[in-house]
């Protein structure tokens, strides 16, 4: 069954770091999706993409954040100087249409001290 | 805004017995609406979903359940839990054009 693969599993960084969180989306799937969740709190919606530029995104998803697709079946969540409060287990998701089932990736815990 | 209430925060029932939880949502067109299941140290795995039509929806691991536009309510059910089905359970609604925006979930224990 094809699924969503997330790197890395874990990552410990120190505050002020530049992180890049990797993702492989399921290969027909056109949308794709980043969403976060700190520890004991709800997934929270960070940022849609489709054809190749960001759709729509969140109060969370600002200047620090960016999303890149470097080629045909890498999506890429990239931090560029990582705080406290970005500790959180992201997820990755595709989808195959605007409406459909949303597959999500097991996840990259990001740890920064 | 579309929002997702699931007013329990964690859940114990004994391994046999039935389960629901409880989802309310608020959102301005007609939505779709979602359960997810997240267990410890894994990913999100879709258990069923809400498009049209049935208004009670069949999903994996025997789960359902019961849209009620009234009440704004999508409540997930099973008859009989078993101790694998304890996870955190996560509602979630979109549309068509919306990213999905998901409750604060539910973790389930399962006693014997």
């Known amino acids: 069954e094809p699924e969503v693969t997330q790197t890395p599993s874990h990552q410990v960084t120190q505050m002020g770091q530049e992180v890049i969180l990797r993702c492989v989306p399921i290969s027909n799937h056109l949308y794709f999706y980043w969403y976060r969740q700190i520890l004991g709190q709800k997934v929270e919606f960070l940022v849609s993409?489709?054809?190749?530029?960001?759709?729509?995104k969140s109060e969370i998803f600002d200047d620090q954040f960016s999303v890149e697709r470097p080629d045909g079946s890498n999506f890429t969540l990239k931090i560029r100087s990582t705080k406290l409060e970005d500790s959180a287990m992201y997820f990755c998701?595709?989808?195959?249409?605007?409406?459909?089932?949303?597959?999500f990736g097991e996840g990259s815990r990001l740890t920064v001290l | 805004a579309q929002s997702v209430t699931q007013p329990d925060i964690h859940i114990t029932v004994s391994e046999g017995a039935s389960l629901e939880l409880r989802c309310n949502y608020s959102?301005?067109?007609?939505?779709?609406l979602f359960w997810y299941v997240q267990s410890p140290g894994q990913g999100l795995q879709l258990l069923l979903k809400y498009f049209s039509g049935d208004t009670l929806v069949q999903g994996i691991k025997g789960f359902e359940a019961e849209f009620k536009r009234s009440q704004s309510s999508f409540n997930l059910r099973k008859p009989s839990v078993h101790w694998s089905d304890a996870a955190e359970y996560f509602c979630a609604v979109g549309s068509g054009n919306t990213p999905l925006v998901f409750g604060k979930g539910t973790r389930l224990s399962v006693i014997a």
């Open positions: 959102y301005g067109a007609t939505p779709y």
């Open positions: 993409f489709y054809n190749n530029e960001i759709s729509e």
């Open positions: 998701a595709s989808s195959g249409g605007l409406a459909g089932e949303l597959f």
